[in-house]
């Protein structure tokens, strides 16, 4: 009895997870957090009309989903006035990345993101045996001309690029993005993570292009429509490139629940709206708690703001893990520049009191353990 | 502007799904069918325990499952006497399938499984650019031998075998898939497909044995479970295997309400037994209806019965359209002789019923159509 050997790729892959979640933190803490703040989910939750479909599909859980995925998809060609054939359901954007890594990038092949932006996407690409370029933020966004740069100069395969970002919040204008895209060399797919869309201003979310072959529109229900538990997201793009997907995706990856409870949200337009504007005003107030302690908040096209703490990357850890046991769940950025910060999720009143009560606490305790040098 | 490459791999790849679903052929035919009789899902539904914790958790899926499944895999643990570093959770078997592929196989390398057996694998082999090598079933069984000698001849990597197997509800002894599994050549993968593990005699499933890092069991709540919506499956092995799977595996990739619902059906066994039988009792209702129609029904462990229709492939072919013109979803074994077969799920009376209406009608048609040789 010999164990079976592994494929190199997966022998030589660090025993790495993209992120650890707030309930291991809560087994290790011994109890739970009283804000949960850290993962861009929407405490303001679903459409009431999601909710109501969903507790009533439990019964019929028996049932396997449509493999196909053919109501949901319709709603959503529907909704963004494309054709059904130019959408595919995976099991969050993160499915779609994985797929897409796969479907893009021999193994050794270039593909180039930005150091810091979503983890996630960079873990697809090591498990793909793909070459990971990273490019630096400059001034707090994705670098588009240095972006550009690395993929020509490194002939890469795919390109990662998030508008919103996370995890700054920052963005760009349509007119920007779409300057880059008309500057892909040919052959190279770009990635567009669009999660954060429903929350950034109508002039930063470039039209929908479904002729371009080159860019694929990956979007979420787990962020502004407040199913981030419902495991669904979806890419927007040219037909062939999505009747791709077709050839690796888990057909039957998709739970039932989730796909009935997605349509039902994405049908409920009037609560999008309202939990869009519950986001911008919760925005405003941890702007204004962050600055009411000093701090600067970066400006946010998210569902979340990003509060640098003015000092380095070791000072913001000291802000987070006092706010962690405080029994305040918040993230933070990991690579510096941008790590001097702190990343707060949007919440309800009740949620962002307790982070106004438990911020000066940790900032004065930071500050005790780490003197300003 | 030029469409992105696709991998070698992924370009070679046919345009398959692996399953067409009983939506799609219910939106072809313009109306739904009133028996779903054909995926081998529950009828009898979910613990009712499960369908209200389900329900409950609707209104919190705004938040993210625990990436790491800590609670059902501790459950699981508890509940085969394993530690829960020996379970992973995945979307249903196929997801496990498909990375269990990715972790063992090459591209170029060879699989090993029986012809006519479960295609979702098939399907994952190909998309990892493996070589399937198919090995033919031999009175109605998997051919431990023959896969056997296969497996050694071609030096395969990984042995695929369900036991119960899908699509004829065969088994194998225990003491004989012990034999086989002392018989593997070292370093091959065995996946271990006990989907209906449930449902079959007790002596049909070796004891785990979670040192032996060859045998990965895998398990699901799709079926006696009745959570096939839910998309939970899970698989059983030696650590340091289920550990490989953290390295590729889509963490966020559960869903909230399934692995809740999971765990609340895992811990109310008293309502799995009673499911289990009427699954036992449904069987024997449809051998019944298969014997009352001058039919053969195969001898079953699964939730399924698998008839014989006495002639070959073409004539099950027309029994089957003729069934599904007749509202009945049933599915069929696709290689021969296997596909002189029909396959038919359990059901509750009343979908039995409409089963027993419609098959001599069915039979009588499809006997018009094809008259005797």
């Known amino acids: 009895m010999k164990p079976p050997p592994q494929t190199r790729i997966v022998r030589e ?82 499915g779609l990345l994985g797929l897409a890594v796969k479907i893009a990038a021999e193994p050794g092949a270039v593909v180039v993101t930005s150091d810091g932006a979503y983890p996630t996407f960079n873990f697809h690409v090591a498990a793909q045996g793909a070459e990971l370029v990273k490019v630096p933020f400059r001034d707090d966004r994705e670098d588009h001309d240095a972006l550009l740069a690395a993929v020509q100069q490194r002939n890469a395969a795919v390109l990662y690029l998030s508008n919103p970002n996370n995890p700054m919040g920052s963005w760009w204008p349509a007119a920007q993005i779409e300057r880059l ?48 538990g419902a495991r669904i997201g979806y890419a927007l793009g040219e037909r062939d490139l999505i009747a791709t997907f077709d050839k690796v995706r888990n057909h039957y990856g998709i739970n039932r629940i989730g ?44 569902n979340f703001v990003t509060i640098d703490c003015g000092r380095d990357g070791a000072f913001a850890r000291l802000v987070l893990d006092e706010l962690l046991a405080r029994d305040v769940f918040v993230r933070k950025p990991g690579v510096a520049p941008l790590d001097r910060c702190i990343r707060v999720s949007c919440g309800r009143d009740e949620d962002l009191a307790f982070f106004a009560d438990a911020l000066p606490e940790a900032l004065a305790a930071a500050r005790n353990g780490h003197p300003q040098k």
Chains 1, 2 share one sequence.
């Open 259 to 302: 796909q009935l409870g997605a349509l039902a949200a994405l049908l409920d337009q009037p609560y999008l709206t309202e939990a869009v504007g519950k986001i911008g005003r919760a925005r405003e107030r941890i702007a204004d708690i962050a600055r009411s302690n000093g701090l600067a908040p970066l400006a946010s096209a998210a």
């Open 181 to 228: 895209i008309a500057a892909l060399p040919d052959g190279v797919l770009l990635l567009l993570d669009e999660a954060y869309c429903d929350t950034a201003p109508a002039d930063a979310i470039p039209p929908l292009d479904m002729a371009n072959a080159q860019v694929l529109r990956l979007r979420t229900f787990s962020k502004a429509y407040g199913l981030a």
């Open 13 to 94: 892959l660090p025993k790495l997870v993209p992120f650890v979640g707030p309930e291991a933190q809560e087994r290790v803490r011994g109890r739970p957090f009283k804000a949960r703040l850290g993962a861009n989910e929407s405490l303001f939750g679903p459409s009431p009309r999601a909710v109501r479909v969903m507790a009533d599909a439990a019964a019929d859980n028996w049932k396997y989903s449509d493999p196909e995925n053919h109501d949901l998809r319709q709603g959503l060609a529907r909704h963004h006035g494309v054709d059904a054939d130019n959408v595919v359901i995976g099991e969050g954007i993160d």
